[in-house]
């Protein structure tokens, strides 16, 4: 375990925000449960709904710890390669997905028999592919037919595939994009030029769809059959009219709101939830209404306090980031899972329309934790850069300390080598030559004596 702590990188803030969001998600996971166990079969016993999610939890933490190992740069081409396939995923999930609460988000993985919702990763995949081009255009400066086609087209064959099924989602990366397009310093004109194409072709979606409902009703394609939940859904959170067609939602945030009211300032204990008895989406969508049950105001505003915090700690992370790419990156995965919390915890307690958005980290779903985690691995890949250059700068510093006390050493050595060498030569010069101050061989005085 030991070594497991020390080989985590990156910001260990976010680490510990991230491990307590997971570890206390088995309390409420577990006690709202019980909902689904006895409309499944019947027992009440929740046991292997915990289960499940302990699984979905530490695989999500394996996947965590495993992308936060690969240097986020790597992902900027490998955006290019996926998105094409994620579009062919959506595509496929649009017409033969599996349907779940009159929604066709997920579909099914051969052989594993488990669901994925493919939005997730296409809302990875997207925001890591907005953030490469923007990077690019720190430098190199592009017109807006040229970021047309290369971002928005893109961002909005997604959108497309997305909408029909799921328009929160769909609305969520179209608010995340153009934030992201903000901070990365799109020119404000285009920006208003997308917003309001966008909300132009969203109208006529809409227009669209009424009219095929109105001529042929029994009929209506698969595309637009969401778009009148949409409606109910709008008129029901507006008005205090109640249609048939709205009444589930209804009846969820009456239950949810009962649930909050139940729980007062402490809490009605762990496991003692009584509406998680009534809402069908207790573990899920409306999960955070059975932890301010059971927790009261006080848990309530703990898990808020968590989402708060990660949320400084992504601010700090994108602050900290050495290349725009990877400040980008940061703010494109990192805030809308703040967001979606937000999202999330707003619908329990009907400040805005049921969108169907889980609570990050907290949730029971396999495809949702599993996502966030590949987000949140991707962040830190971003943050253990800064620590490995910071570690890097540190160890050429003290390379090059030792690198010059060995040169400074090696040229002591070799200079008194060279000192040692010429007093050794001086002192075999005058120990050994054997000569006379008069050379009778040689002396000139010899032609002078020998005439006389």
């Given amino acids: 375990m030991k070594s497991i702590l020390t080989s985590l990188k990156g910001d260990k803030g976010i680490w510990s925000f991230v491990a307590l969001l997971g570890m206390f998600s088995f309390m409420p996971v577990f006690s709202a449960s019980s909902n689904l166990a006895y409309m499944n079969h019947g027992t009440g016993n929740t046991l292997g709904y915990l289960l499940k999610h302990f699984v979905h939890v530490v695989f999500g933490f394996v996947i965590l710890y495993n992308i936060q190992k ?9 955006s290019k390669v996926l998105l094409p396939l994620v579009w062919l995923l959506l595509a496929y999930t649009l017409f033969f997905g599996i349907e779940q609460g009159s929604a066709t988000r997920w579909i099914q993985v051969p052989f594993v028999g488990i669901s994925f919702q493919t939005s997730s990763l296409a809302f990875i995949v997207l925001m890591i592919f907005v953030a490469r081009f923007l990077s690019k255009t720190q430098t190199e400066p592009m017109s807006f037919k040229t970021s047309f086609l290369q971002l928005w087209v893109p961002v909005g064959i997604t959108l497309m595939l997305i909408l029909p099924n799921n328009f929160s989602t769909a609305a969520l990366i179209f608010a995340m994009v153009l934030m992201l397009t903000f901070i990365g ?8 030029i997308i917003v309001g194409s966008g909300i132009m072709l969203f109208m006529m979606f809409i227009l669209v769809a009424k009219v095929v ?6 009929h209506t394609p698969k595309i637009f059959q969401r778009v009148k939940t949409w409606e109910n859904r709008v008129e029901s959170f507006f008005s205090n009219e109640e249609t048939e067609s709205s009444k589930d939602d209804n009846y969820q945030i009456e239950k949810a709101k009962t649930a909050i009211a139940s729980g007062g300032v402490y809490g009605l204990g762990p496991g003692k939830s009584v509406q998680k008895n009534f809402l069908p989406q207790s573990s899920s969508d409306f999960i955070f209404a059975i932890i301010v049950e059971e927790y009261g105001l006080v848990g309530g505003i703990g898990v808020l306090v968590l989402y708060l ?9 994108a602050h900290k980031a050495n290349s725009p790419f990877g400040r980008l990156l940061v703010v494109g995965l990192g805030f809308p899972i703040i967001f979606q919390a937000l999202i999330n915890m707003g619908v329990a307690v009907q400040l805005l329309p049921v969108t169907g958005q889980t609570l990050p980290l907290v949730s029971s779903g396999g495809s949702s934790i599993w996502m966030t985690c590949v987000a949140i691995g991707i962040i830190l890949s971003v943050t253990k850069k800064e620590e490995e250059i910071a570690a890097e700068l540190e160890e050429k510093e003290q390379r090059e300390v030792a690198l010059q006390k060995l040169i400074d050493k090696q040229l002591a050595e070799d200079e008194a080598e060279a000192e040692l060498a010429e007093a050794e030569k001086l002192s ?18 010899n032609a002078v004596k020998n005439r006389y």
């Fill in 70 to 78: 690969v240097p986020y740069h790597y992902f900027r081409g490998l």
């Fill in 185 to 192: 310093n799109y020119p404000l004109k285009y920006i208003g």
């Fill in 213 to 218: 409902e109105k001529t042929n009703p029994d």
């Fill in 309 to 317: 915090l990660l949320f400084f700690r992504f601010i700090v992370a």
């Fill in 428 to 445: 075999a010069a005058f120990a050994t030559d054997n000569y006379s101050i008069e050379d009778k061989a040689s002396n000139p005085m």
